[in-house]
Nanobody
Framework: QVQLIESGGGLVQAGGSLALSCAASGRTRSGSTMAWFRQAPGKEREFVAGIVSSGTANYADSVKGRFTISRDNAKKTVDLRMNSLKPEDTANYYC????????????????WGQGTQVTVSS
């Protein structure tokens, strides 16, 4: 089994920054694609950012230029640096690992963390 543990969520004012981190343990596969998703109350879980083993990243249009995803293959971690945060970024943020196809959708990922809450006040 694979375990994903997120950390770094919290409360921040609009325009501020937060950094999330996700650590993988267990039977992880070398080079697995990793990603961040988020889910706000009453809304579907949505893709935020993803990164493949080579370091190539992909972002949702809503976060491009504000969020940066990075990974450390040796440490089995993936980080999300969030700048210029907006109230609409408020959500529970989930780390995901091991993509089964070429899509950036929740259904594509096999392993999930428990989530960490990010709240942006206006």
């Amino acid at each position: 089994q694979v375990q994903l543990i997120e950390s770094g969520g919290g409360l921040v004012q609009a325009g501020g920054s937060l950094a999330l981190s996700c650590a993988a343990s267990g039977r992880t596969r070398s080079g697995s694609t990793m990603a961040w998703f988020r889910q706000a109350p009453g809304k579907e879980r949505e893709f935020v950012a993803g990164i493949v083993s080579s370091g190539t990243a992909n972002y949702a249009d809503s976060v491009k230029g504000r969020f940066t995803i990075s990974r450390d293959n040796a440490k089995k971690t993936v980080d999300l640096r969030m700048n210029s945060l907006k109230p609409e970024d408020t959500a529970n943020y989930y780390c995901a690992m091991h993509r089964r196809d070429n899509y950036w959708s929740p259904q594509s990922f096999l392993y999930w963390g428990q989530g960490t809450q990010v709240t942006v006040s206006s």
